[in-house]
Every structure is written in C-alpha cells, then in structure tokens.
C-alpha cells in the first residue's frame, strides 16, 4: 500500500502594502530637513516677518514720541495715510524717488555694461583693474558720502577745482547748494556707488556666453551692433532681468546717501519717499505717520517687482 503525499501549497508572494494616503509620517529624514530649515523660518519670521507686521499696525495708530512713556497708542485708523497723501511734501518726494530711481538704474547699468564689455576682452592687467572697480562697494556708506560731499564743495571741492582749472566753468557750481542741481549731484554719486555690483553680474552673464556663438555670428555677417543685439542682449537676458530688478529694489530704499549729502535738501529737492520716512519717524517723532509711508515704500518695490517679473516671464514664454 502506497501513500501519497500532497505537495506542499506554494507561496505566493505578496506585494508591499501601498502606503495610506494622506499626510506623510514623519520619517527620520524629514525631522532632519525640518532640522535645517527651522532656523532658517525663525531667523525670516524674527528679523522680518515680525517687524513688517509691527509697522503695518503702527500705521494704524497715533504712535508718538508720548507713547514711549505711558505706552498709549490708540488706534486711528487710515488717519495716517490720510495724513501722507496730503502732505505737501509727499508729492514732492514721490517725483523726486522716480527720477532718483530712474537716473540711478539708466546710469549703473549702461556704464556697467559697457564696462563689462570692455573688461570680457583680455589685456594686461584686466583682473587688477576689475578689482579696484569693487572699491565703492568695499567703502562705508557714510565715509562715501563724506568723501563726495568734500568733492562736491562748492567753494573748495575738487571737482569745481578740476572744471575751473580746464576753463570749463567760471563761477562754482553749487552742487549740493542749489535746488537746481542737488538730485542730479545725488544721482550721479548714486551712479558710482552701483557701477561695482552691475560689473560684477553682467561680467559674470558675459563669461557664460560661448564663443562659438560669436564665431558663428561672424560668419552671417553679426559683427559689432548687430553681435550685441542679437547674441549678447538674448543670451544676457536672465542676468539682465535680475540686475535691474534687484537694483530698483535696493534705490527705491536709498536713505543714508542722500542723508550724508544733502540730508534732503536743499528746499526738499533730494528729499525720497525714505527720507521723508526717516524724518516723519526720528525727527518729527510721528512714528504712527512714519510707518505708513513706510509701507507706502514697499507696496511701490512690492508692485514694481511683481510687474516686472510678470513681463519678464511673458517675454521668457514667447521668446
């Protein structure tokens, strides 16, 4: 009698179960980018998210220099803004932020380009020449201000020495004396201060741009203008875009320049939406007042920036 015996039933293997869906588990990896980023948030929340909100209140309150000791600052609603928009002054400041703004990015970034230009072309002493452009940027703000403010002396300043002694001029320019030419002598010490950080950038954007792509342009007759405009400008574009944008941010918000130079004189004609601030806050001591056209500032930098990378981003798509 013989007996058989059943095979033993396969296995089967089963697939993993597929995780539930939903929120992720904390694993241990993502404690660790937590780990990392945590400081970094508080770090923005601290040193900015904190105080922008402080100024947003503050501008709905009478917050004055009384407030400091009986720590009353009652709200008032749109009061200080009202109070901006009417201001004599603000009108004033606001066209002169334009064309500060304007003159300044118009001027550092055709000089920085065409430096650029100039420096992407090997010769002696290339690298040296590049470094003391970096100087303005090496040089506190103040001890630049002090330095342009004995340059553009209207008695004794080197510059009316300079123009007397080649017959340019005969009577001394009041350069920060005058209504007349105050903005334009802030300009243009604005200009020198941004040249570096425009040089720097689009030297760098030049430095990425093939060879090849020159060569080729020769051969189809893109020589010179042409070269520029078809090669340089396109391929430059992303650089360039980030130039202006960050440079209109940073000259929007220009305060310790023009408080060096001119303090916002003479008659107001250098007086900006963030000197004016400046006054409203630490001279008037109307901080609730100060704060609105505070914020009044960077609604302008948030509305500009937004408008241009929208554009920019267009351009991008239909390129």
Request: a neutral charge; glycine letters at 8%; hydrophobic letters at 50%.
């Amino acid at each position: 009698m013989t007996t058989t015996q059943n095979p033993a039933p396969a296995k089967t293997s089963r697939a993993p179960a597929a995780a539930p869906r939903g929120r992720p588990r904390l694993t241990g990896d993502l404690l660790i980018r937590y780990a990392f980023v945590f400081p970094a948030l508080i770090y923005m929340i601290a040193f900015f998210g904190y105080p922008i909100i402080k100024n947003v209140v503050m501008s709905f309150q009478a917050y004055d220099f009384t407030t400091f000791f009986n720590g009353h600052a009652p709200f008032i609603g749109f009061d200080n803004y009202a109070a901006t928009f009417s201001d004599p002054i603000f009108l004033r400041a606001l066209g002169n932020t334009a064309l500060f703004t304007i003159g300044s990015i118009i001027g550092q970034f055709v000089i920085g380009m065409g430096l650029a230009l100039y420096f992407r072309r090997k010769f002696p002493l290339s690298g040296f020449l590049r470094s003391l452009l970096l100087l303005p940027w090496l040089l506190p703000m103040i001890v630049s201000a002090a330095v342009w403010r004995w340059i553009l002396e209207q008695d004794n300043g080197a510059l009316n020495e300079f123009l007397s002694g080649i017959g340019l001029v005969s009577d001394p320019i009041p350069w920060l004396n005058s209504s007349d030419t105050a903005l334009i002598a802030v300009i243009m010490v604005n200009i020198w201060l941004g040249i570096p950080f425009n040089v720097v950038l689009l030297y760098s954007g030049l430095q990425s741009i093939p060879d090849e792509l020159y060569e080729a342009g020769q051969l189809d007759g893109a020589t010179g203008w042409k070269s520029f405009r078809h090669i340089t400008l396109p391929m430059l574009r992303p650089v360039v875009s980030v130039v202006l944008l960050l440079g209109v941010i940073y000259t929007i918000k220009v305060l310790d320049l023009i408080i060096g130079l001119t303090g916002g004189g003479p008659a107001n004609a250098t007086q900006t939406l963030a000197t004016r601030s400046y006054e409203m806050s630490f001279i008037e001591f109307d901080f609730g007042q100060g704060a609105a056209l505070s914020n009044i500032l960077i609604l302008i930098a948030l509305a500009f920036s937004l408008v241009y990378l929208r554009a920019n981003a267009r351009a991008a798509q239909n390129g």
